[in-house]
């Protein structure tokens, strides 16, 4: 087969579009991924409605059951009630600039064990309770692009599910061999590889996810498939589980990446703890590319490309390779900013740019700066690359 070359110069920080793509705004495969509704429990004069709209017993009402009865029952009841309404009033305050809802979570642990997907059945999901974050980073946050900001409170008022993973090569063949699904890389576009000297990147028609340049093993996070070929693996497993299977939002990403804190990582602010922590560019990358031009952490855990996914520790939700190894494909259409942003952490897929798809989380070429919650890019999404991939997320 005749090897077909694009040579595209890119610094390993940010994957920009590559030129020479254009992709229509009505292109069929585009459609965009809504998100499920979950009914919320509602307040109506103070008093709580379950989720079927039975309005629950108050305090007052608890008092007239049982206090004429039972005098004693009064002081017991007046006691609780206090407790409950100091409770309530603890979790309505307003939180401050910068502070999530929830409690300060226990540090990462190391927790290297593979993830436990059952083939054919989706992958392994942690479940995420809605609260609210600060999205985007603070002027002064070092390393800080102006597509970061304004920095902004978003309630996400909906729990979900996210896989604790980057779906996996084993997953990604079982959908192919199932359907005989061609990628779009397959189709005669090929995948976007490094070169030789690692100082540009080369569409090669010859790679795919079969094949992108370098070794992988049936749990290493696929690679080389694009934000629709995502889209179509997410369709096929919602129809073989009967479970509602989608790209995660933008902002249900950082959320879930910042694991309950403001850091700039979900390890704290240091760059230099990488290589426990993510698979970024380190002394291993720099051993195997000579020609490497970019900095480096100054540590090898011995993956020059992808790694095994859940090799890592993971954050403070439990989930693996959020930062690292490879770039993950959000629902969202790319803004250059968030002016206008929705704060209820759904989907943006009005205005801005939808011949666009924000990728988030960085790579394993990713120089340790880049490795941040709130970094982001955006991609065609009918564009493969080595260094991207994606997990799904599921609305609970």
Not at 98 to 108: L, R
Not at 148 to 163: C, K, T, Y
Not at 292 to 306: E, L, Q
Not at 357 to 385: E, K
Request: hydrophobic share 30%; with cysteine; net charge neutral.
């Amino acid at each position: 087969m005749k090897r077909t070359t694009t040579r595209v110069f890119g610094s390993p920080g940010r994957p920009q579009p590559q030129p020479g793509f254009t992709v229509s705004r009505n292109r069929e495969e585009c459609q965009r991924v809504s998100m499920a509704s979950l009914p919320v429990p509602r307040r109506d004069g103070g008093r709580r409605r379950d989720p079927q709209g039975v309005r629950a017993p108050g305090v007052g009402r608890l008092v007239s059951l049982y206090a004429g009865r039972r005098p004693w029952a009064f002081f017991i009841l007046f006691t609780l009630a206090l407790g409950l309404t100091g409770n309530q009033v603890q979790a309505q305050r307003e939180p401050a600039n910068g502070e999530a809802t929830q409690p300060a979570p226990p540090p990462p642990t190391l927790d290297p064990s593979p993830c436990e997907n059952i083939d054919g059945e989706g992958p392994q999901m942690v479940a995420i309770a809605a609260g609210t974050f600060q999205m985007g980073s603070p002027k002064g946050e070092t390393g800080r692009t102006s597509d970061e900001g304004p920095q902004h409170p978003v309630a996400v008022v909906r729990p979900f599910a996210l896989s604790r993973c980057e779906i996996s090569v084993g997953q990604f063949r079982r959908f192919v061999d199932e359907t005989g699904y061609l990628t779009d890389a397959e189709r005669g576009k090929g995948c976007y590889v490094f070169n030789e000297a690692g100082d540009s990147f080369e569409q090669l028609r010859d790679r795919n996810w079969r094949d992108p340049g370098f070794s992988q093993g049936q749990d290493h996070p696929v690679v080389c498939v694009s934000w629709i070929d995502a889209n179509a693996y997410a369709e096929w497993l919602s129809a073989r589980t009967g479970r509602a299977y989608r790209l995660p939002s933008e902002a249900e990403w950082e959320y879930a990446a910042r694991g309950g804190n403001q850091s700039s990582r979900f390890w704290g602010d240091d760059p230099d703890l990488v290589c426990e922590n993510a698979n970024g560019a380190d002394l291993a990358l720099k051993e195997r590319f000579k020609d490497w031009r970019w900095p480096t952490s100054d540590c090898n855990d011995g993956a020059v490309f992808t790694a095994r996914a859940g090799r890592y520790r993971r954050n403070a939700f439990g989930l693996s390779d959020m930062l690292g190894n490879v770039w993950e494909w959000t629902a969202d259409c790319w803004h250059p900013d968030y002016a206008g942003a929705p704060n209820d952490g759904t989907s943006w897929e009005v205005g801005g740019d939808c011949t666009l798809r924000v990728v988030r989380g960085g790579g394993w070429f990713n120089f340790p700066g880049t490795l941040r919650s709130a970094y982001r890019s955006r991609i065609p999404p009918d564009v493969a690359s080595c260094y991207r991939g994606f997990r799904l997320a599921r609305t609970l």
